[in-house]
């Protein structure tokens, strides 16, 4: 069905053991649930307990449900998290990258919402997952109790040029002579901190899945308007992709409630420490809750 988003079968193959080393990294009981979406059948991991507050979390481009879930299982103590896998961006998710010139994502998005049990939702996206969760809150407002945004794509976007310099040279260096320092040199534009499962997975996600050949657009001034619910905004100071201090600016100068943090010291990927993850699990429910 639709476009074949890795390379070969071993990339595709590759890809499901990180999936399965980031759910044994989450250590919390999930369940599986598949959901019909016109797009396809759509995954959904589950964690935390089913009586706690509902938060729909969406993860970022090329990762997985299990690899957000491994950052944010602290969360399960106070959520029942539900994590979807986006289409064309998972090893779980639908293998077909949907458009982001139409409403393709935010459609995908509100098919999983109408089966949920609860049609109001608390809502979580980061990067990738930040766009679409956006996207999604702007169109059906009414469906969204409070959003978090943790560098998000759609509301400023960095140099592309920028980016590929930052990757060209690293990228060929790696790719001919494939040693850790090396992926270090590849990897430090986007890490906050040398993590060497997140590092070896990006070493493998940027070879496994046929690169995207467009990246989300930036959101009309009307458009961040209708984002009327309370919001939290995160970005970090040393994203390239999506520079924290515009971001945080242009939140300010168009999201009715918002509530702005900036990150210093930090990359496009916050830091993937306990310290951290306690840190953020704190912060969003303490936003959820008040």
């Not at 989450?26 to 599986?32: E, G, K, L, N, T």
């Not at 994590?83 to 995908?108: A, F, M, T």
Request: negative net charge.
């Amino acid at each position: 069905m639709g476009k074949y988003i890795f390379k070969n079968e071993e990339a595709r193959s590759r890809q499901e053991d990180w999936y399965q080393r980031f759910l044994v990294k989450a250590d919390c009981r999930v369940q599986f649930e598949s959901i019909a979406t016109s797009y396809g059948e759509s995954q959904v991991l589950l964690a935390g307990d089913t009586s706690k507050p509902p938060l729909v979390c969406l993860h970022a481009m090329l990762t997985g449900s299990a690899h957000l879930l491994s950052e944010l299982k602290y969360l399960t103590e106070s959520y029942h998290l539900i994590l979807p896998d986006i289409p064309g961006h998972s090893v779980h998710g639908i293998p077909e990258r949907l458009s982001y010139k139409d409403s393709s994502y935010i459609n995908w998005l509100s098919e999983i919402v109408a089966e949920l049990p609860s049609s109001e939702i608390d809502l979580f996206g980061i990067s990738l997952g930040g766009f679409i969760a956006h996207r999604f809150a702007a169109a059906y407002p009414e469906k969204v109790n409070k959003l978090a945004l943790v560098v998000p794509a759609g509301i400023v976007q960095g140099s592309v040029f920028k980016g590929l310099a930052k990757m060209a040279i690293p990228m060929i260096k790696y790719r001919i002579k494939p040693t850790e320092e090396n992926l270090k040199e590849l990897t430090d534009f986007l890490l906050s901190n040398w993590d060497e499962d997140w590092g070896y997975f990006l070493g493998d996600s940027m070879r496994d899945f046929i690169t995207p050949k467009s990246i989300p657009p930036v959101s009309s001034d009307e458009t961040l308007k209708k984002l009327t619910m309370p919001c939290l905004v995160i970005g970090a100071d040393q994203d390239i992709s999506f520079p924290g201090k515009p971001l945080v600016e242009r939140a300010q100068a168009h999201l009715p409630l918002v509530e702005t943090e900036l990150l210093t010291d930090t990359r496009h990927s916050p830091p993937t420490t306990d310290e951290f993850r306690k840190w953020m699990a704190e912060h969003l429910q303490l936003f959820l809750e008040n």
